[in-house]
């Protein structure tokens, strides 16, 4: 067994958690993958609801839905993550964040720390007991230090007889090997 980058262990969760028939979030849809990943969890009786701001990524994400016949039980939504309440209304099992910039994409284009933390709030108003949000924290980036720091100072600051808070890291690796964050509803 090896242990496992932030973004498999972002997976590990996520399959312990969702289960067939749960409503969750991907806010950054990107390429899609964990769009695909949390539609196959939750099967046709439940939904995925994908964000992305890039009219790219959500055509790209669309595709890989299409192709993968989960059409049915996703949603891909051309808009900021922070006005997740217009579009999703029941309550929520998990919701993933994947922060920073597309690496296929412009790299200018990358999240901000007040709407990843007005999402991350709005998600929690909806979230289920036991239910997660999970953020991998990239900040190697302009700007991504400063989201970096806003994001743990808000993790750290929620009450522990509310949320379990969780963070993973490889902490002897160059660069800046990204961070897993998981807030879990108690
Ligand atoms: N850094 C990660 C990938 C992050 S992708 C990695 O290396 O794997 C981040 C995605 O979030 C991008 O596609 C970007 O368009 C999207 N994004 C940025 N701000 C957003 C917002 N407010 N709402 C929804 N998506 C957003």
């Given at each position: 067994m090896k242990l496992q980058s932030a973004l498999n262990f972002s997976h590990t969760l996520l399959k312990e958690i969702v289960q067939p028939g749960d409503t969750v979030i991907d806010a950054t849809a990107g390429k899609g993958n964990d769009t695909l990943f949390l539609a196959q969890l939750v099967g046709k009786k439940g939904h995925v609801y994908g964000f992305d701001i890039q009219a790219k990524a959500v055509e790209l994400t669309q595709q890989l839905i299409d192709n993968n016949n989960v059409r049915k039980q996703t949603t891909v939504i051309n808009?900021?993550?922070?006005?997740v309440t217009k579009y999703v209304t029941e309550p929520i099992t998990a919701a993933i964040f994947n922060l920073g910039y597309l690496p296929a994409g412009d790299h200018s284009i990358v999240t901000k720390p007040t709407t990843t933390l007005e999402s991350v709030q709005s998600i929690m108003q909806q979230l289920k007991k036991n239910g997660v949000i999970i953020l991998v924290v990239y900040y190697g980036h302009p700007g991504g230090e400063k989201e970096k720091e806003r994001i743990l100072q808000f993790a750290q600051s929620l009450d522990q007889h509310v949320y379990n808070v969780l963070q993973y890291q490889f902490?002897?690796?160059?660069h800046e090997p990204p961070i897993l964050l998981a807030l879990q509803k108690r």
């Open positions: 808009d900021g993550h922070e006005n902490i002897n690796q160059i």
